[in-house]
């Protein structure tokens, strides 16, 4: 046998995928982590880590994420990419720092993979709706080809008793198909070599019917095929070892490791998704859920938002609400804008289920910490969106948080299905004016606690209420991380500067009306944005020299005052020449 | 009660894990076992003629061997009478049966890892090729085991002496060059193991996620 990376091959019993279990596979030398979420999904990947190449098969399956032992990296289910590094607190990880996946097919209580599958799985006839019994698996040290060979003598019966007749009915590389008849018995064993190994093999058998007792037949063949390995590895050894297969491996960038990648310029839509369900969550909340046509959707983090491109031209940013590991959809809970200047009211009244949306790999410009000993989240309204992401993320690490819904009333607060399932941690406030809530903010976060965080999204007055709150009750600014839905703030664009870009070498006039950003693109400058109002801080640059001038609602006043950042969509400069890193 | 302990022995792991498991406080007496050789000065050669590890006294009694160390103190601690099940006849045959073939993991897979961790010399080979015998065997019976429902080595739905009598070298049997790979049942039972209330990790033991809810 010869390596065959576009073969389907089982590489795993299904029961050797327990809950919170992680298997160590191997196919043609690769060695593989394969691990079975909370959810069922099983997952094929790679077996080392990104960051150190530490073997995953040791990490932690926590149901939802696998978290390497080594340095504590978090990895999605299904899609392999990174959600978190505690060496990094307080960043996003770069979306582009995703594990190396197989594909993996459960069928017939086997695991199947590839390493880069030719076609489509493809269930064998004889198996298509049968009730199949997997037998024992049983490693052989010796090449798939030698054990090939053995495996079309081997030797078993519809009982158990002597005397069978076993004839060899089909046989391909790595297949063989053996019938046994014993009186009017007869047994169809398909019999799989999974080459682990140049000199290493794993024989799997599936009986094409299960017994009514399969016990004595499990053992009769787990007794017949560790005698043919016996003769298998026998013969082996009196032949020249094969060297492993060696495999080589893409080293991650070092650069990739430490920092979240710049996105490409503008806002993309480079995702196209179906409505697979939209419903009426609460009063004025429409809930969509967005499925991926082909493919596996991107991941995200706790925190992060996606813009939908809608069908009437415009564009608008949404917070993911699903739980970690959550990866077959993404979940969005739009509130109709009583104001709306066409975005809201178009996904309630025009996008349907079935539709198609183009939509953004989601962007993680609030991201969330996991080192906080406790955290609070606040929620105004559909604030409650990322929060909600947030909240489930903690739950399911079991780190200790509060979750504060500010609702009008029950009606419009919705979700009752998660924060159900949040119980303890959620604590709602109904129907409370400005001055009430403003005293229920001031009790919530009366004194901060050692390494405490705040978390805060909501409409614009309440989150500057409970920033000032926080403020006069001593919490540092590192400590406070909000999101605003919009920049309400009036923009002042009569300013006209020089903008110089250091690392580009070039130097461009940003006159009056005109944004930075704006300048930026007409000029061929790389950056990213999404919208466009000072509110997401996507557009981020990073001050050289220069008084920007901040109208945007992003940077934190520390920030600001810090003079080191500015949000290119609004913000402008005071002095005659602002000098950024770009 | 004092264990004469080193922290590297699986052996000294053995009534470690078994303490805790029991809730009893002991007292640690560390022992420079490498590169010291404390274990055959005169003052232990008095306790264990044999100069090794685990040594445990409790009371005017001093017992040496790991296997009889956790036999007594499952005994004398377990009131429920589930780690040690002295009444039940086929159970408590089952426990000695594994008890020594704990002793061959310690022969095979506890040689191999002297050998490469602390530079004993013997034939690590033949020690390697004895560890991959027996956890055939012990993958074989635990995944038939499974097959029935029962989670540990022998039968009933509580661990026993045995359980604990054969981990530590199985699970540290890397550290020797013996991969656990080809013995998905194992490490299903590793992970079992690491989940029991009262479980404590040494160096070069991996803690393991918790189970679902």
Same mark, same amino acid.
């Given at each position: ?81 990174? +959600? ?123 009986? +094409?019917?299960?017994?009514? +007792? ?213 604590? +709602? ?154 | ?213």
């Amino acid at each position: 046998m010869s390596v065959d990376p576009g073969r389907w091959y089982p590489i795993a019993s299904s029961s050797d995928l327990p809950l919170r279990h992680v298997f160590h596979g191997q196919l043609w030398g690769r060695e593989m982590a394969v691990w079975r979420a909370d959810d069922g999904h099983v997952n094929v990947w790679e077996n080392r880590c990104l960051h150190r190449g530490v073997r995953l098969s040791i990490g932690l399956n926590e149901g939802r994420e696998l978290r390497c032992l080594y340095h504590g990296w978090r990895y999605a289910n299904r899609t392999a990419g990174c +959600t978190y590094i505690p060496a990094h607190p307080a960043d996003a990880p770069a979306r582009t720092i995703c594990n190396n996946t197989y594909p993996a097919i459960e069928a017939h209580g086997l695991i199947w993979s590839a390493l880069d599958p030719a076609e489509d799985f493809q269930e064998h006839t004889l198996l298509v709706g049968a009730d199949v019994l997997a037998l024992r698996p049983i490693p052989v040290n010796a090449p798939p080809s030698l054990v090939a060979a053995h495996a079309r003598s081997y030797q078993f019966s519809p009982t158990g008793a002597g005397g069978a007749d076993v004839s060899l009915i089909v046989e391909t590389d790595g297949f063989l198909e053996l019938r046994s008849t014993l009186g009017d018995m007869t047994t169809t064993l398909l019999l799989f070599i999974q080459p682990v190994d140049a000199g290493r093999s794993i024989l799997r058998g599936v009986l +094409t019917t299960r017994p009514d +007792t399969p016990m004595p037949v499990l053992h009769h063949h787990n007794r017949a095929m560790s005698a043919l390995r016996d003769r298998i590895e026998a013969e082996a050894a009196t032949l020249d070892a094969p060297d492993p297969i060696s495999v080589s491996f893409t080293p991650v960038d070092e650069e990739l490791a430490q920092i979240p990648a710049r996105a490409r310029s503008g806002p993309k839509a480079e995702l196209r998704v179906t409505v697979a369900r939209k419903w009426a969550l609460a009063t004025d909340i429409a809930g969509f859920r967005f499925e991926a046509i082909t493919g596996q959707l991107p991941t995200f983090q706790p925190g992060a938002h996606i813009d939908v491109h809608l069908p009437n031209g415009m564009s608008r940013q949404y917070s993911l609400t699903n739980a970690p590991g959550e990866t077959d959809h993404y979940a969005i809970g739009v509130k109709r804008e009583p104001e709306s200047r066409g975005g809201s009211a178009c996904l309630h009244e025009t996008v349907q289920q079935g539709d198609v949306l183009a939509i953004s790999a989601p962007r993680n410009n609030f991201p969330l910490r996991r080192d906080a000993l406790n955290t609070i989240l606040v929620a105004g309204g559909i604030g409650i969106t990322p929060m909600l992401a947030m909240a489930q993320t903690l739950e399911a690490q079991s780190l200790p948080f509060e979750l504060h819904c500010f609702a009008q009333s029950v009606a419009h607060l919705g979700f009752e299905e998660i924060l159900g399932r949040l119980k303890d941690a959620v604590t +709602t406030h109904l129907g409370l004016d400005p001055k009430a809530t403003g005293k229920t903010l001031a009790e919530i976060l009366k004194t901060r606690g050692e390494e405490e965080h705040l978390y805060i999204c909501g409409p614009g007055p309440m989150l500057q209420a409970t920033r000032a709150i926080a403020d006069r009750k001593g919490w540092p600014d590192e400590a406070v991380h909000f999101e605003y839905f919009k920049n309400t703030n009036e923009i002042d664009d009569s300013s006209a500067f020089e903008v110089a870009l250091a690392r580009s070498a070039l130097t461009l006039q940003v006159p009056a009306g005109r944004t930075i950003l704006e300048v930026l693109h007409e000029n061929g400058v790389e950056m990213p944005s999404s919208c466009e109002q000072g509110a997401c801080g996507t557009c981020l640059a990073t001050v050289i020299e220069g008084d920007p001038d901040h109208q945007d609602v992003y940077l934190s006043a520390g920030e600001r005052a810090a003079g080191k950042s500015i949000i290119t969509c609004v913000s402008r400069c005071k002095s005659k020449r602002l000098v950024l890193d770009i | 009660m004092k264990l004469y302990d080193y922290e590297l022995s699986g052996n000294c792991y053995k009534i470690r894990l078994m303490l805790n498991f029991l809730g009893r406080e002991y007292e640690t007496r560390p022992v420079d076992f490498y590169p010291g050789r404390e274990h055959k000065s005169p003052e232990l050669m008095k306790l264990n003629p044999l100069g090794q590890l685990p040594i445990l006294e409790d009371g005017d009694l001093v017992l040496r061997d790991a296997q009889a160390i956790l036999t007594y103190l499952a005994h004398k601690y377990d009131p429920s009478g589930q780690w040690y099940p002295v009444s039940d006849p086929d159970r408590l045959g089952q426990v000695a049966q594994w008890l020594a073939f704990a002793d061959g993991i310690t022969a095979t897979a506890s040689s191999a890892r002297l050998h490469d961790t602390l530079f004993y010399e013997l034939d690590v080979e033949a020690a390697r090729a004895g560890a991959h015998r027996l956890f055939r065997v012990l993958d074989e019976h635990l995944w038939f085991a499974e097959q029935e429902g029962q989670d540990w080595i022998c039968s009933g739905d509580h661990p026993t002496i045995a359980d604990l009598a054969c981990f530590p070298y199985v699970i540290l049997s890397e550290e020797g060059g013996v991969s656990r790979q080809d013995y998905p049942a194992i490490r299903r039972w590793c992970d079992r193991i690491k989940r029991l209330p009262g479980f404590v990790l040494m160096s070069g033991v991996f803690p393991t996620s918790q189970s679902a809810a």
